[in-house]
């Protein structure tokens, strides 16, 4: 990345990729810098620029950080903690203000967590992005997307067998005919393939797949 683009990115304030650590107010360590590159990786990936502050001034990285530029210090550090480990690009620029330290950070396949237990994800806010915990429910699942929450993973609470789209259990038929499935699920009634499914309590029906 040349000091132009970097230039660029700061004009442009922070953005759902576009992430600033400034020193100014308080220093902030090792497991805050993680935090902030899991945060973008789980969500589209992006840049980190260390030394410009909230409001786009340039103040410059400190000494320590400064000192861990090159592939076999902070980008070490970064891959090794974090699960699974994640690669980033680490360059340094000397702008009008500071230096300022730029770290490129890709975007995750998997959701990644800090080697602390920390997963967040950068989300965009009335106020602006922020990072907020990404807990398990709402990481993809079988058949989600990276981002896509699991409403699998929920109880459903407050509904009735009514509440239910009757569309949906021909839709089910449908495909497990087509990935020749158990295919006595077919024979069944509505009411009896949800309870044959994974989660189906016939003797207390309240899972996400037989509501109360």
Not at 74 to 86: D, E, F, G
Not at 170 to 180: F, N, V, W
Request: charged fraction near 25%.
């Amino acid at each position: 990345m040349t000091d132009e683009e970097v230039q660029t990115l700061i004009a442009g304030g922070e953005t759902l990729t576009v992430e600033f650590k400034g020193k100014e107010r308080s220093a902030f360590n090792d497991r805050d810098l993680v935090e902030a590159i899991v945060c973008l990786a789980n969500t589209q990936g992006g840049t980190l620029l260390i030394g410009v502050e909230d409001d786009r001034r340039i103040t410059g990285a400190r000494l320590r950080h400064r000192d861990r530029t090159d592939e076999a210090t902070l980008a070490a550090m970064v891959r090794s903690r974090t699960v699974p480990p994640l690669e980033v690009r680490v360059s340094e620029h000397a702008l009008t203000g500071g230096t300022v330290l730029v770290l490129e950070i890709p975007r995750s396949m998997n959701p990644v967590a800090t080697s602390e237990g920390t997963c967040v994800r950068r989300v965009v806010a009335a106020h602006g992005p922020e990072c907020l915990p990404w807990f398990p429910h709402q990481q993809p699942g079988g058949a989600g997307g990276l981002g896509t929450e699991d409403l699998s993973a929920h109880a459903l609470t407050n509904t009735a067998w009514a509440d239910l789209d009757p569309l949906h259990f021909e839709r089910a038929r449908r495909l497990i005919a087509a990935l020749q499935g158990d295919r006595a699920l077919l024979e069944l009634s509505d009411e009896d393939m949800a309870k044959a499914l994974p989660g189906g309590q016939p003797a207390r029906p309240c899972c996400a797949f037989y509501p109360e």
